[in-house]
């Protein structure tokens, strides 16, 4: 492709609300503009780069006999009223309604869809296991749409869903998909770990997810040091043993007196389903929430931002372990006391493992210690169980002829999220570097000066005999080589010739875009050169 005919509006200067680095480089080097908050378009440069992420995708999943479809991304707002989870989410859900007043959502996901299909379709045992698969634009109105492609409101996912008529065919499942999206992640050249998650408001059981490592993501995980125990920090259990201190036991008094953070207790009041309880945590530890919604097996879990005092609170008392071995303890705020002994002085129901783990603490598989890391949320894989076909009455025929409702599995790979990932793990300060795999372009063809004869037709001659070898972006435009150099840099193509000087003796400069080493290499050799280079680099 020419670039003096090419669609690709490169910036000088990061866009104002570009925080992290591959939001400021895929605006900067014409990859994608915004339309809206969380809303873009990809231009030719990010098109090509999110079609051969889709294409790897594709490849793997077709090979683990999953079988693409394509869902409406409008939904008629019935099947999420069966499910109730029409009323279960709010705002975030995006719904319209059509001339006739009826109401749909824009597909967040397609659990609902995919099985009311499937539940008019399939009926025995002999259909299944079945995976299918789409790709296909989503729609989630974020509050704080952010870091570009990494939290939109539109964004492209993969999302597969598998059918199955026992939890061992689902368990087949989820590691074959488990396997594939290592394979995947593996041929997008990212940093990645599986973790233990939480299923949030979906329901079914074990979860994993997909993080790419990387200091702008979302996610904490919590990984051990010496073995391969990794897991979202939401879900991290903690397996401290505390031993009651030995501290000489003082009479509980009313008031507040100055105590270190681990004899503090701090009360969090939440409203779970429709009960008030109060959670105490010890003073140098974090209320986990998604603990909590877990120990009580529901989502309706909000925190309060109301103070009680504990002496007269009447609704259930529950408290982090570490709260047992509290000897005298100070509850802080506006009902403050002090020489608490928590056992003896407050009816607390039951002690839980409530707080969210922290670094050093000990791995819950009892090898190493626990250390942190950020990672950006690519894919999540989960057993979903008979969560949605129970209350779709999407049922199959047993060997026995007894209906059963179909085991699920669903998986999900953030596309456009995982480009912004890949954007992030491979820039450097110059700009975007693309891995081989996913790259817009191979070779980088620039003309140091057009109106040089013997460079400009050394250049379109090298373009008509490279471009059937490689996928070649040519530089014609009549700039300074300065401003071709530094949308080279910016872009990120893998190799990158230059026809300057030396043209009328036949030698051009090949540079690396990963390394920046830079070679004179005789026109004759160039395509042979060209070869091993990208074979390297592979
Ligand atoms: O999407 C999933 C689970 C899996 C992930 C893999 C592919 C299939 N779905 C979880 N989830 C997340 N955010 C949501 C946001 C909205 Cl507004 C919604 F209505 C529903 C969901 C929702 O269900
Ligand atoms: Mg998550
Ligand atoms: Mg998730």
Redesign the pocket.
Known sequence: MKQSKYFNPTLRDNPADAEIKSHQLLVRAGFIRQNASGIYSYLPLGKKVLSKIEQVIRKELDEAGAQELLMPAIQPAELWQETG?WDV?GP??MRLKDRHGRPF?LG????ELITSLVRDELSSYKQLPVTLYQIQTKY??ERRPRFGLLRGREFI?K???SFHSSEEQLDDAYKLMHKTYSKIFTSLGLDFRPVVADS???GGKDTEEFMALSSVGEDTIAYSDSSDYAANIEMAEVHVQYEKSDEEELPFAKGEVETSLDHQIHTTVMKVEDEMIAVLVRGDHELNEIKVKNLYGTNMVEVQNEEVDLKEFKGTVIADTAVKAIANGSIIGAYAYHNVNPDRDLSIERYEDLRFIQEGDPSPDGNGTIVFAEGIEIG?V?KLGQTYSETMGAKFLDEGGKAQPLIMG???IGVSRTLAAIAEQNADDNGLRWPLAVTPYHVHLITINVKDADQSDLSDRLYDSLKDEHDVLYDDRKERAGVKFKDADLIGLPLRVVVGKKANEGIVEVKRRDTGESIEVPVDNLNSTLQQLLEQMN
């Open positions: 989870r989410y975030e859900l959502a967040a996901t397609h659990e989630r109105d996912m999302d597969a869903y949030g408001a979906i999540q989960f669903c998986y999900g």
